[in-house]
């Protein structure tokens, strides 16, 4: 589950996780390296000291030694002051000198060995941490002991060390997160070119198909997107084109004889025949141009910006096919709305949807029939009429191709409402047919309102 | 009368001469956009016939040529692109009439008189539409060629009803006609006037009938016989 959608949010929660983690880990691995800094400075200490008190050493002629230490380094190790402690011991292990009352080795020499120079013992719960020096004097080698109490260590040394955490450590919770700011402000800059082409992208509809994203100054990463979505582009753009020429090939192909067809039956002498064909040949075009129709519609889409007004479809579509319905002594009128009616669509495809409504009252009624076109300001066009209706059973295929209620006699609905039907998909609306009371039928083209 | 006929489609061109020529036109044609540039320039003609499929260039590339160099013969475009996806006003970008194919030939001629009716043409001084004429010059009716006189106003509802006869007259072009700008049309005053009209041309054996198209306009047709 992705809960942050855009690339900022996913970046500040990511950065805000490290923030979390690196506030914790900073401080504490510069803990442990103070920690560790302070160690060494205090075995450097013990071990200058160990071979201070190891030049103190002064062989005697009877082959003993003296330990000779100045006054002024004495409190050092007194007990009393308890900060140091020695012992010289020699290679036997025998203690010759010691800071201790009881004059006793800090280490056992046997100690020396596990840890090498630093050794640790516990007595009466105190840790002794030290170091033991060899240091040769008059050809014999004698041990020099010195070691710290730690529970009375050099509190300088770790004042710095417990006083970082407090005085030091929190600032580097304001740089990072004064980092993720920064951070933000770059990814911002970085993506302004991605979202310059968004908004580029945005703009491509079945009316623009030319436009192409800007693939100059964005970002490398970004670019093999771009530069894909370009190519899949340039692929609709070609299917869209071919489909674009093949309806108007087709369109020429087909409706060029038609009216060489109908040119030459116009210039045949007056009668029943030339009526008959011209009547065939009106058909015949009728129903070319309604598979054109169908052909152009199949990858028709509406852009999301069209807007058309409905109102003054009807009038047209009702001004084009009054003469029909007059011709076969029907009555037809508009009512509803009287000013514009602000649909999202494409003015020609609506006029084709609604001349197709109508034509299909005309021609599916019998004479005497009054037919009205409705227009509503809820973007509606109801088409009634007062004619045999169609039966409920017939309502929903009606508007499939060609459907024809008896396939061996019945006259076929044609393509009409096929037509209106698919303007009405590709409009995001809907087209329907209902019964009225007292006979007849309504049908009602449903659409959006145009974006204000 | 010359019109010249722009098709590249040799049938339909010799179809379309002889219809012309029984409906009292000349034609003259040519197959392309160049050869009709090139005949333009030396001859004028009452009317171009242009078909938008050519073979060397688009019929509308003519139509742009000939807007750019101030001829302002009327062109009749024929085309076979009516597309959904076509904005048919676009493509009537300076052609003054628009004609999809296939067509009937009646259609065609009455569109080319039409076109050559417009005003600065002496032509079509006489509407006729059934057994209905009008002299537009001298404000004459004649019914079944008997000359009878209507009121102005009735005979101004006529002349735009025999104009688009057999198809609709919007109510629009009636108010502006009839009333002007000084406005105050009654929402029945046109209605009136087409109804006194109806009367006279019943009382006087017209054949033609006026229908009231309701919210559009009113329709000139033929009576059904029978």
Known sequence: MIRFRSIISRIVALHVVAIGVTSVVVPLAFYLLLNEAANTLHRDALRSQAFTIGSFLRPQSDGKVTLDIPPEMRPLYSGGYGLYAYAVLDPDGHVLFSSRPDGSALFALDEQAIRDWYVRRRSTGAVLFGVSVARAVADRIYFVQVAQDLTHRDVIIDDVVSSFFPRVAWITFPILLLLLVIDIVIFRRALHSVREASMTAASIGPQRTDVRLPERGVPTEVAPLVHAVNQALDRLEAGFRAQRDFTADMAHELRTPLAIARARVDSLEPGPLRDQLRTDLVNMGRTVNQVLDIAELESFLVATDARADLHEVCVEAVTLMAPLAVERGQTIALSGASGPVWVRGHTEALFRAVRNLVENAIRHTPAGVSIEVEVTADCRVRVLDDGPGVPEADRASIFRRFWRRDRATGESRGLGLAIVSRVAEAHDGSVTVEGRQGGGSVFTLRLRPAAS | ?226
């Open chain 2, 1 to 226: 009368m010359r019109v010249l006929l722009v098709e590249d489609n040799a049938e339909l061109v010799s179809l379309l001469t002889k219809g012309l020529g029984q409906s009292g036109f000349s034609a003259d044609s040519v197959g392309t956009v160049e050869d009709a540039i090139n005949v333009l320039a030396t001859m004028k003609y009452g009317a171009v016939v242009l078909d938008l499929g050519l073979p060397d260039e688009d019929g509308l590339v003519l139509l742009r040529d000939m807007r750019r160099k101030h001829d302002t013969t009327p062109v009749l475009v024929l085309t076979a692109r009516d597309r959904v996806s076509d904005r048919v006003t676009g493509l009537r970008e300076g052609a003054d009439d628009y004609l999809p194919k296939p067509f009937a030939m009646e259609e065609l001629v009455a569109r080319l008189h039409a076109l050559l009716r417009r005003p600065g043409n002496l032509l079509g001084r006489l509407l006729t539409f059934g057994n209905v004429s009008l002299d537009t010059e001298g404000r004459q009716v004649f019914v079944d060629n008997a000359a009878r006189t209507f009121p102005a106003r009735e005979t101004a509802v006529l002349e735009i009803l025999l104009r688009r006869g057999g198809h609709v007259a919007p109510k629009r072009v009636f108010e502006d006609q009839l009333f002007g700008l000084s406005g105050d049309v009654g929402s029945n005053a046109v209605e009136v006037y087409v109804h006194r009209l109806r009367k006279m041309l019943g009382d006087a054996g017209a054949n033609v009938r006026i229908h009231t198209v309701r919210g559009v306009g009113y329709l000139m047709a033929e009576e059904k016989r029978g």
